[in-house]
């Protein structure tokens, strides 16, 4: 189901990390409650929650205990090597005031990003949007089938005619056959054009629901004899099954829709006419494609 929606709702370029960690990360529980204290300073049920949220994605699978432990050993050992740090003049660093300065405006990016965009993003809309891209998808058509393959043209002509006589598909599928399907009765299930190689599909496609074919079919698998089961339009994705990837392309449009009006109204003067121009190449590339 989600490859189908995959085929209509393009993905876009993010190239901005906040935009990803908008789209994982929880939200922060403002708790003051005091779980220890480290060289006489608190740390709190709010400083674990912003260090589990900067945890790699890893520990996210490690059982509630063992994360808030795991939380709890990166709090100390930052603390105590920026108290080291700072004893030895690190932060009074031009370079380190320059990096302060790029952490506080990238915070206030995500920030800004969760206000503006993601707030907008509600269940109401990414309906909205999820039904605008239902109703514009042309839904191809599926055909569910069986087929026996086998070594030679000989054999597969010899379980035509068992069929001719009666015999039962699935049973001769079963005994026959020399692919993984045999033990379902040479069921591959519904497919749609592209899947299966060009020769299958010529011949499948134009048979009749329950007829078999009357000659041996050849691919570069074998020999074939295939009996059309059913027919029917390819269904839509579910909301359900959609939801988060909808959620994930909404963010993503609205996010550089926000970006091309704020480039657009600011200034930018380049020294370095090269950069320049490799700027505004991935500036072309990450920009939604009109609908």
């Given at each position: ?49 912003m260090a589990e949220a900067e945890l790699d994605q890893q520990f996210a699978q490690l059982p509630e205990g063992q994360r808030r432990a795991a939380a709890m050993t990166a709090i100390v050992e930052i603390r105590l090597m920026s108290q080291r740090a700072e004893a030895e003049g ?130 570069q698998f074998g020999w074939h004899v295939i009996q059309l089961v059913d027919r029917r339009q390819q269904e839509a994705p579910a909301y359900e099954a ?50």
């Amino acid at each position: 189901m989600l490859q189908l929606l995959r085929q209509y709702l393009p993905v876009r370029l993010v190239t901005v990390a906040a935009v990803a960690m908008l789209l994982a990360g929880p939200a922060l529980a403002q708790d003051d409650a005091v779980v220890a204290t480290l060289n006489g300073e608190p740390i709190t049920e709010a400083d674990l929650a912003m260090a589990e949220a900067e945890l790699d994605q890893q520990f996210a699978q490690l059982p509630e205990g063992q994360r808030r432990a795991a939380a709890m050993t990166a709090i100390v050992e930052i603390r105590l090597m920026s108290q080291r740090a700072e004893a030895e003049g690190l932060g009074e660093s031009a370079e380190f005031q320059s990096r302060m300065e790029l952490l506080r405006q990238r915070a206030l990016h995500a920030a800004y990003i969760e206000n503006n965009i993601a707030a907008e993003v509600t269940d109401e809309a990414l309906r909205a949007r999820y039904d605008q891209e239902i109703s514009g998808l042309e839904l191809a058509e599926e055909v569910r089938a069986r087929h026996i393959i086998v070594e030679t043209e000989e054999e597969a002509a010899a379980l035509i005619g068992e069929l001719d006589e009666g015999g039962d598909f699935e049973e001769l599928a079963r005994e026959h056959s020399q692919d993984g399907a045999a033990q379902r009765g040479g069921d591959l299930g519904y497919f749609s054009q592209g899947q299966m190689v060009p020769e299958f599909e010529e011949v499948v496609f134009d048979m009749e629901v329950d007829a078999y074919t009357s000659e041996p079919v050849q691919t570069q698998f074998g020999w074939h004899v295939i009996q059309l089961v059913d027919r029917r339009q390819q269904e839509a994705p579910a909301y359900e099954a959609v939801e988060q990837q909808l959620r994930s392309l909404v963010l993503r449009e609205r996010y550089f829709q926000l970006v091309q009006e704020l480039r657009e109204e600011a200034e930018i003067e380049f020294e370095d006419d090269a950069l320049r121009q490799a700027y505004e190449g991935i500036g072309a590339v990450e920009q939604p494609q009109a609908e």
